[in-house]
Nanobody, 123 residues
Framework: QVQLVESGGGLVQAGGSLILSCAAS??????MAWFRQAPGKERELVAR????????YYADAVKGRFTTTRDSDKNTLFLQMNSLKPEDTAVYYC??????????????????WGQGTQVTVSS
């Protein structure tokens, strides 16, 4: 059974940092990604990574502030978030796909999703 378990969310002041983790088990994925959904908004892609080669996408809103990496030994995806802003407040989701995704694919192309972790940035 495939499981994606996020952790690391919380409350942080503007300008602070957080690291999110997504522990994957039960399957092999070519693509993993971070999405987020703010209150009243649609879920959006934040960062995407091809497991064997590295990051392939960052949303303009997070470029230069967020970095996604993976630990292959631990089958874990990370999202390092620096210089956080109140507009980064959202539920952050980890997603995984069996195929390699390098284009802006619909969210339905991701086969598995985590339960989400809340990130709140206070001003």
């Amino acid at each position: 059974q495939v499981q994606l378990v996020e952790s690391g969310g919380g409350l942080v002041q503007a300008g602070g940092s957080l690291i999110l983790s997504c522990a994957a088990s039960g399957g092999t994925f070519r693509t993993m990604a971070w999405f987020r959904q703010a209150p009243g908004k649609e879920r959006e892609l934040v960062a995407r990574l091809i497991w064997l080669s590295g990051p392939t996408y960052y949303a303009d809103a997070v470029k230069g502030r967020f970095t996604t990496t993976r630990d292959s030994d631990k089958n874990t995806l990370f999202l390092q978030m620096n210089s956080l802003k109140p507009e980064d407040t959202a539920v952050y989701y980890c997603a995984a796909a069996r195929r390699g995704i390098i284009e802006m694919a619909p969210q339905k192309d991701y086969d598995y999703w985590g339960q989400g972790t809340q990130v709140t940035v206070s001003s």
